[in-house]
């Protein structure tokens, strides 16, 4: 099934998504997305099914082709104060808050979302594998996101977030263990045994 290119006619559309929000250790990104109305890329999907190499190489032409898009980030320390859930939404808002177009319309990847200013939203589950914006956003803010963390595992080699980027893995479960938390992990997810 290929992605639809927008939700509805009218409207400027921006489509927004977040990565790492199950994560044990770093912030939480997000990233807003307005495509053109003819934007179409064979490769584009859900950031999960994709490639590794292909997300990179489709980044570049997002940003290259989008009519706007912006990329934000909530911190560890951030997301144990107000939640996972919040944090999320506040990840999105500072997105939408950097694009260069105010959007019309918001399409939120999944069934919930806080409203922002006085835009209308609809939350899509599975958005991201449903519109070419939602797409596109969950592109930006994986790769955003992988990248930060490649960044820090050479300040924290220890826990191998150069693989992980941070999710919960045997092998990071196991660096928990072994060396306990550092200041880049979400303390409030009661990751210790």
Request: include cysteine; proline fraction near 4%; glycine fraction near 6%.
């Amino acid at each position: 099934m290929s992605l639809q290119s927008y939700y509805q006619e009218g409207l400027v559309e921006a489509g927004c998504d977040e990565a790492g929000r199950g994560c044990y250790a770093g912030p939480v990104f997000a990233a807003a997305v307005i495509l053109p109305r003819n934007f179409y890329h064979p490769l584009l999907n859900d950031s999960k099914q994709v490639k590794e190499a292909n997300r990179y190489a489709l980044r570049t032409i997002i940003q290259q082709q989008a009519i706007a898009w912006a990329v934000a980030a909530v911190s560890a320390e951030e997301i144990d104060r107000i939640n996972i859930l919040q944090a999320s939404y506040q990840a999105m808002h500072l997105a939408l808050d950097q694009l260069s177009v105010v959007p019309e319309l918001l399409l939120i990847d999944g069934n919930r979302f806080k409203p922002y200013k006085e835009i209308k939203h609809h939350c899509i589950i599975k958005g991201d594998g449903k519109y070419a914006s939602i797409a596109a956003a969950s592109i930006l803010a994986k790769t955003c996101r992988d990248e930060y963390m490649i960044s820090l595992h050479e300040q924290f080699p220890q826990y191998h977030w150069q693989k992980n980027k941070g999710y919960g893995t045997a092998i990071h479960r196991e660096a928990i263990n072994r060396h306990g938390l550092c200041d880049f992990h979400r303390k409030s997810f009661q990751i210790l045994p």
